[in-house]
């Protein structure tokens, strides 16, 4: 039997290419002898990213908006979220709701993200790919300090904002994925998105939210197919039991009581008050560009 050989290339090329194949499969007992090489290739990881993502009405996102290396698992999540943050500001335009100017806060908000995670993702590989022998015992004995010196509790990771978009900027917690809580409605338990739902939400911890806000503001929020959800203790008054008290310790966490909640979970903004909470309100539809008739 035949090699297929590598179509890129010189056959010098071709050739150290398919050796270097066959070196690595040794180890597994893989040779010429009892194995058809059909195709040998090196691989480049790319670290990259459109600088426009928006010309008029046409957007990219995932692979064609950004190349990310392998190390952290990013790519494909990044393309998720691209499309995610895409899609409710697309909807939004289609059901006349939203002017299409929302669409450039989806392309500053997500190349702010792709970025971060393509840095982290390069000194990730940089950590991983070490080939010194020292360097790379010298890098197993750091980490092992590190781990031991947080008596082995897991890193949590980055919470990473979006960049400048629908959100406001100054509060706790916002441009970041919200907390995601076991919640119990109408004796049922499950998730906070997959028992409450999806879309614009405000939200008040043992407060109804929407006390604090005006009828106007009420009437855009239903014109958004939005609501508004009082979380609170096993036996209060609310629309959701905060069944582990997740929600009263992150709230707690941000010296908040309310926060609106986008589509794609992201939390547009938290408030510490009623007054406040209405004036972020009114912050976030502007960002949003609703329609007149909203």
């Known amino acids: 039997m035949q090699e297929t050989k590598e179509i890129h290339g010189s056959d010098g090329e071709r050739q150290r290419l398919n ?9 597994w007992g893989i040779s010429p ?4 090489l059909e195709r040998s290739a090196v691989y480049r990881f790319q670290a990259r990213w459109a600088e426009q993502w928006r010309v008029g009405r046409c957007m990219i996102a995932g692979d064609a ?15 998720f979220r691209d499309a995610v943050a895409l899609s ?18 989806y392309v500053s908000e997500r190349i702010h993200h792709a970025k971060h995670y393509i840095d982290f993702s390069q000194q990730l590989g940089k950590i991983i790919c070490i080939t010194d022998e020292e360097e790379a015992a ?26 400048s978009g629908v ?20 004796g049922k338990r499950d998730r906070f998105d997959q028992i409450v739902g999806q879309g614009w939400m405000v939200v008040g911890l043992d407060v109804d939210p929407a006390d604090a806000l ?27 039991i905060d069944v582990d008290g ?32 209405g004036e972020r309100f009114t912050q976030v539809l502007e960002k949003l560009h609703v329609t007149e008739k909203g």
């Open 214 to 240: 005006t009828k106007a503001q009420r009437d855009t929020l239903k014109f958004l197919d939005g609501r508004t959800v009082k979380i609170g203790a096993s036996g209060s008054n609310c629309d959701a």
């Open 19 to 27: 050796a270097s194949a066959w070196k690595l499969l040794e180890p």
């Open 138 to 163: 010298e890098r197993d004995r750091s980490m092992k300090a590190e781990l031991a010196a947080r008596n082995h509790e897991p890193i949590t990771g980055d919470l990473v904002h979006l960049g």
């Open 88 to 105: 409710w500001r697309l909807n939004g335009i289609v059901e006349g709701k939203l002017d299409d100017a929302v669409l450039d806060s």
């Open 65 to 79: 908006a950004h190349l990310m290396p392998p190390f952290a698992g990013e790519g494909m999540c990044a393309g």
């Open 167 to 186: 959100w406001c900027e100054d509060t706790a917690g916002a441009g970041e994925l919200s907390t995601q809580g076991f919640v119990e409605v109408d």
């Open 33 to 36: 002898d009892n194995a058809t």
């Open 246 to 277: 997740t929600y009263a310790k992150w709230m707690a966490s941000i010296d908040s009581k309310y926060f609106i909640l986008r589509p794609d979970f992201y939390a547009a903004a938290t408030a510490k008050s009623a007054v406040d909470l």
